[in-house]
């Protein structure tokens, strides 16, 4: 009596009889059956190798500049607390040699940048007088600009017109005049001018902007814009004593007096105040997103807190920008304080299906987003990686005592988040942006001509506080023309 | 004792949960004999519980870490291989639930207990550990390697050799 | 698990006593940074003070572990053969952070035993990097101390040298006295009765540290991974050498009389009574103060 053998081949369960069972094919094949997997993790495992190899070499051949490197010599103008802001960075970017330093206040920012670069074997000549930079420096490729934003257009147009390439501090300049005849110099020279907005290169808001709005659309049609700058109280700025700079060289250099030496940002003619100092950048993501420029902008401003006899320009804005974009109108409303700082800075970009809350902070807004619920499902995009699984809320419940849900409260919406994470210095990925340029290897992220978008709408704004109604703007206001009556 | 007749796909289910867990003991074992540094002294100076004076006794002895460290990266891998090409299955599924003991004792997530090692994930009692622990125990029970593995290769080979003429009843 | 250490009990003395003293306040680093200043201009000192506060956000961004893009997180996340440029100061931190280590036997380990002498420091170059994964490196007590210092020097070259200057009272650098004052009056209390006045001091030119711990929180010992019982808190002082001694403010090495006590403060909670004596003699000039329980130990 033959058992029964279940579906394997197994002798069945009783264990009683059994049949000798020869090993057959089918048995060996069985058998064989899961040594394919062990090839498979083979491969696997080939493939990690290669992969971990492969990103090694990568990593030792960053960090050091390759030998066909080209090294550039650069200039750094205005050792200022942003110019060694961006020492710091630059310090960290490889093929750089820094040739000079120039600086009025030679006792002590000069000084110390000078000797910041001397420690990492660096061997700048040190200047008071850019254009004797300028003259004697015969190996110069490149110069970085951080001087007060009233001297940026004679910098800048000097420089250009000496064959550098040129990174300049934003804002272009404190006269639309002054912005134009930057980009004029620069379509002349045909030499490289980056201005200073780094977010540009930020690889958050680069993601932000080709992977989330161009490519998916994820916001949909963005509506308003709503963006804020919010600083405490702090003193003017000082200066030690024993450093203070002679009256003479002051006035020599357009300052009436080291105060102003130091808070030039606050004077007029010299700088724009908050809204120009941070609202610059915020305003310059409004129209890049947002893919227009304002049609027209309202503002309301004051000096509400500090002295006016040194503090000349507002130290509260509020403005309204009108934008006609591809997708229909928006508003682009920026606030900018400096008596309290509560929530900081961030920029908060609301569509019909999304909301995009960004800031430079890595710590602070560092890319959130939330969906519609009346919005397609974001699947394909957190699968493709453009932003984090959702992060569920919890359901807000009110309750007394008894704790029944008071349905009347809302759920919080999922929230993603862009799932990029910038390692280095803020500032250091828009001055690689422009090294990789000088060097023929990528194109600019904020050229001179689209920079000058920018200036134009910030520097609308002062003005439109002044007035104190809505000041329209016409498309040709964002295209730089050429004034040849007002060369230079 | 009796053996429950599986059915065909809780087979399969089964052979497939044994590769599985051969290939995880196999990633292990590899990865840390390739790599330059690996040394268990870290986990087990971090132990915790009613074990954790004899782990730091023997993280705390060069020699007998040294010991540790070969078992470890050696046995990982060995069972890792036996259990994906289903060989020795038994042996192999008794050495992962050995190694697997010995990881959850060093540090078992008893509350009252804390680790200094950041773990992911929140666990009481049961870990990540335990469930594969127990998953072993499954393939110990099971037969997989009799089914789908070299073992089946083997037994037909000494079942030929040494069976005599069959029983019946 | 709390390795936190508290502000350990340490206090200005009557400062409604000091007349013309002037309180300037800051947050970072999960702290109040504070600038005493008895210097005449009142203004002049608040520019100074605010000057000093850039100081310290500019090192927490290179050195706070919690920044995504700080020196330290670089660190943190390098692999095995990787390494990073980072600025001088984080080096310099490091680079006393791990002297430290050394001096301490281990007790004192801004690594938390994962592994800190693995670390590559190249200090000319200012690169750091690993040799093994999972070193995960946290200045957050000795960074207080570095911060203080160099909020020192800065204030010495603004020229307000009758100042006194703390990270959350648990690193205080006490520079000149306020003028009819031998010191700055300080007061060590017990961390868990603040009104228990324990000792008091009259400190000038000297760096002091505090750590305490609250009541059932435990500090880990990195060399046994064991909780320590019975040490409540531990304060250090050391004298701050001279201008002429520390040299410029050009040069690399500074003079690190926060940074170094704030290590030491860390330690001594951990050594033995009978280590921290052979310390102190060993140190001229160095001064510690331990709390078991409830008494109080100076050597």
């Known amino acids: 009596m033959a058992t029964d053998h279940d579906d394997k081949g197994h002798p069945n369960a009783d264990g009683a009889s059994r049949e000798p069972r020869k090993l057959d094919r089918r048995d060996v094949l069985k058998g064989l059956s899961t040594v394919p997997a062990l090839g498979l993790f083979g491969y696997a495992w080939k493939k990690q190798r290669e992969y971990q190899q492969a990103k090694a070499e990568e990593v030792a051949a960053s960090t050091q500049a390759p030998a066909d490197l080209q090294v550039i010599n650069v200039a750094l103008l205005g050792a200022g607390a942003q110019g060694q802001v961006l020492t710091d960075s630059m310090l960290r970017i490889t093929g750089l040699r820094f040739r000079a330093v120039c600086d009025i206040w030679t006792e002590y920012n000069q000084k110390r940048v000078v000797n910041s670069l001397k420690r990492f074997k660096h061997e700048p000549n040190a200047y008071e007088d850019y254009r004797e930079m300028l003259d004697k420096e015969k190996e110069l490729d490149a110069v970085i600009i951080a001087t007060p934003d009233f001297w940026h257009a004679q910098h800048t147009i000097d420089c250009l017109k000496a064959g550098k390439h040129v990174y300049c501090e934003k804002e272009m300049s404190t006269t639309l005049e002054g912005a134009r005849s930057m980009v004029a110099a620069q379509r002349e020279t045909n030499k490289l001018l980056q201005i200073g907005h780094q977010r540009r290169s930020n690889p958050r808001y680069l993601h932000c902007y080709n992977k989330i709005l161009q490519e998916a659309k994820m916001l949909g049609r963005i509506v308003t814009v709503y963006g804020q700058w919010n600083r405490g109280v702090t003193p003017d700025l000082g200066a030690p004593e024993r450093y203070v700079i002679p009256d003479a060289r002051l006035k020599q250099y357009g300052f009436k007096d080291m105060h102003q030496f130091r808070n030039w940002r606050w004077y007029r003619g010299k700088g724009g105040g908050p809204i120009v100092d941070l609202g610059s950048h915020q305003i310059d993501i409004y129209g890049w997103f947002l893919g227009a420029n304002p049609s027209g902008v309202m503002a309301s401003g004051g000096n509400l807190y500090y002295d006016p006899k040194t503090h000349e320009w507002y130290d509260t804005v509020l403005a309204v920008f009108d934008y006609d974009t591809p997708l229909g109108p928006a508003k682009g409303y920026y606030s900018t304080q400096t008596t309290n700082g509560s929530q900081g800075y961030f920029e908060n970009f609301m569509g019909d299906q999304g909301t995009l809350l960004i800031s430079e902070s890595e710590v602070n807004y560092a890319g959130q987003l939330y969906r519609d619920p009346n919005a397609p499902a974001w699947d394909e995009w957190v699968q493709k990686g453009y932003v984090s699984a959702p992060k569920e809320q919890e359901t807000k419940a009110k309750s007394e005592s008894t704790a029944i849900a008071d349905v009347r409260e809302s759920v919080a919406p999922d929230q993603h988040t862009v799932p990029v994470t910038l390692r280095d210095p803020y500032h250091q990925p828009h001055l690689q942006n422009f090294f990789d340029a000088v060097r023929g290897k990528a194109k600019l992220n904020c050229p001179a001509d689209e920079a000058y978008q920018t200036a134009v709408a910030v520097l609308k704004v002062n003005e439109a506080i002044e007035a104190r109604t809505r000041l329209a703007f016409k498309p040709e206001d964002f295209k730089p023309r050429m004034n040849t009556d007002q060369h230079g | 004792m009796e053996e429950a007749k599986l059915s065909r796909s809780a087979m399969i289910a089964i052979v497939l949960l044994r590769i599985v867990i051969g290939w995880h003991f196999l990633y292990e074992g590899i990865a840390k004999l390739t790599s330059p540094s690996w040394s268990a002294v870290g986990y087990m100076r971090a132990s915790r519980g009613p074990f954790a004076a004899l782990f730091k006794s023997i993280a705390n002895n060069p020699q007998m870490l040294d010991n540790a460290n070969l078992i470890t990266m050696y046995g990982l891998t060995i069972v890792g291989v036996l259990l994906m090409l289903g060989l020795l299955t038994r042996l192999a599924a008794i050495g992962g639930i050995a190694f697997i003991l010995l990881f959850y004792l060093c540090n078992p997530p008893f509350v009252g207990y804390f680790y200094t090692i950041p773990t992911e994930g929140t666990y009481l009692i049961v870990n990540k550990n335990l469930v594969e622990l127990c998953a072993l125990a499954v393939i110990l029970l099971t037969r997989s390697g009799l089914v789908a593995g070299l073992d089946r290769i083997v037994h037909g080979l000494l079942a030929g050799r040494t069976r005599l003429a069959p029983l019946r009843v | ?299």
Request: aromatic share 6%; glycine share 10%.
């Open chain 3, 1 to 299: 698990m709390n390795i936190e250490h508290s502000a350990g009990g340490v206090g200005i003395d009557e400062p409604r006593g000091l007349r013309d003293v002037r309180r300037f306040s800051h947050e970072a680093m999960a702290t109040v940074y504070e600038v005493y200043s008895a210097h005449a201009d009142a203004g002049y000192s608040a520019q100074a003070a605010q000057a000093t506060f850039d100081l310290v956000d500019r090192l927490e961004r290179e050195l706070s572990r919690f920044l995504p893009n700080s020196d330290i997180t670089r660190i943190n996340h390098l692999e095995p053969g990787e390494s990073t440029r980072v600025s001088p100061s984080t080096l310099e931190c490091l680079a006393i952070a791990r002297h430290m280590f050394d001096l301490t036997g281990g007790a004192f380990d801004v690594s938390i035993g994962s592994g800190l002498p693995s670390l590559d420091l190249d200090v000319e170059n200012s690169i750091v990097g690993a040799t093994t994964r999972g070193v995960r490196v946290d200045l957050g007590g000795i960074g207080k101390g570095y911060a203080v210092d160099l909020m020192a020097e800065l204030l010495e070259e603004w020229g307000v040298h009758r100042s006194l200057v703390h990270g959350g009272f648990s690193s205080v650098l006490a520079l000149d006295p306020p003028p009819d004052h031998d010191g700055w009056p300080l007061t060590l209390s017990d961390p868990g009765a603040s009104s228990r006045v324990l000792a008091r001091l009259s400190s000038r030119q000297t760096a002091l540290g505090a750590s305490g711990v609250r009541k059932g929180d435990h500090i880990v010992d990195p060399r046994t991974h064991d909780p320590v019982r019975g040490r409540r808190a531990a304060w250090v002082a050391v004298p701050r050498p001279p201008e002429s001694a520390r040299g410029g403010s050009d040069q690399h090495h500074r003079a690190a009389a926060a940074t170094v006590t704030d290590a030491l403060t860390t330690a001594c909670m951990l050594l033995s009574l009978d280590e921290i004596e052979a310390l102190c003699s060993a140190t001229p000039g160095l001064e510690a103060w331990i709390l078991e329980d409830t008494e109080l130990v100076h050597f």
